[in-house]
């Protein structure tokens, strides 16, 4: 007979079944989430996107819209949405966050740097 898994075990059991991947994420962004003009059809092409600008911010370095937007050949508009929604999925669970830093006698520019954190809980 199995031993039965001690309290921690079960909390380890417990935490990684409330873990959700970015992708699966991305995949069950509601719909109202997406805005108002959003259309089944391009839940691919938005999860698309949702990946390309997670990967390419997890360089650890600032980037800007534009960067992100020439690096993923994504809009910089849909790089910001996507921002948006990469955002409430680290939030959910500590993941980690998106960083946003405004650049000094830029006019309004921002930097954004996408941090995980080493020990997510399932908050």
């Not at 997890?58 to 960067?67: I, K, M, P, V």
């Amino acid at each position: 007979m199995k031993p039965a898994p001690s309290q921690l075990q079960r909390a380890q059991l417990n935490i990684e079944k409330r873990q959700i991947t970015i992708e699966d994420y991305l995949a069950t962004v509601p719909p109202a989430a997406r805005g108002s003009t959003y259309e089944p059809e391009d839940t691919h092409r938005l999860n698309a996107q949702g990946l390309d600008v997670y990967h390419y911010c997890r360089d650890l370095r600032a980037h800007t819209l534009a960067e992100i937007s020439a690096g993923t050949g994504h809009p910089e508009a849909s790089v910001s949405a996507r921002l948006r929604e990469i955002r409430r999925y680290l939030h959910e669970g500590n993941k980690g966050t998106v960083l946003r830093e405004r650049v000094p006698g830029k006019n309004g520019l921002h930097t954004y740097a996408i941090r995980l954190n080493k020990y997510p809980s399932a908050a």
